[in-house]
């Protein structure tokens, strides 16, 4: 059974910069986007970046030229760096590994953004 966890979350103030991590434990056969999305309190889940197998990355325009989303094939693992964080980005983070006929959520880690 497949499990993702996420590390990195914390209180920063703004401007700060956070790194978040998600492992997977478990095979997935043909793992191809990883993303990070993102869920503040009475808001839907949104997108904060993808990227493929091949490297080609995502980010919906709140987050572009601040965050960038990294992965390591070998370890089945996906990073965001977070910089110049703003208290907007508060929210709940999840990792996403998507293959073609499944997808992974992790359990999610608290990023707070103190003004």
């Known amino acids: 059974q497949v499990q993702l966890v996420e590390s990195g979350g914390g209180l920063v103030q703004a401007g700060g910069s956070l790194r978040l991590s998600c492992a997977a434990s478990?095979?997935?056969?043909?793992?191809?986007?990883m993303g990070w999305y993102r869920q503040a309190p009475g808001k839907q889940r949104e997108l904060v970046a993808t990227?493929?197998?091949?490297?080609?990355?995502n980010y919906p325009d709140s987050v572009k030229g601040r965050f960038t989303i990294s992965r390591d094939n070998a370890k089945n693992m996906v990073y965001l760096e977070m910089n110049s964080l703003k208290p907007e980005d508060t929210a709940v983070y999840y990792c996403?590994?998507?293959?073609?006929?499944?997808?992974?959520w992790g359990q999610g880690t608290q990023v707070t953004v103190s003004s």
């Open positions: 996403n590994f998507r293959t073609v006929l499944s997808s992974y």
């Open positions: 990227i493929t197998k091949s490297g080609s990355t």
């Open positions: 478990g095979y997935i056969f043909r793992l191809d986007v």
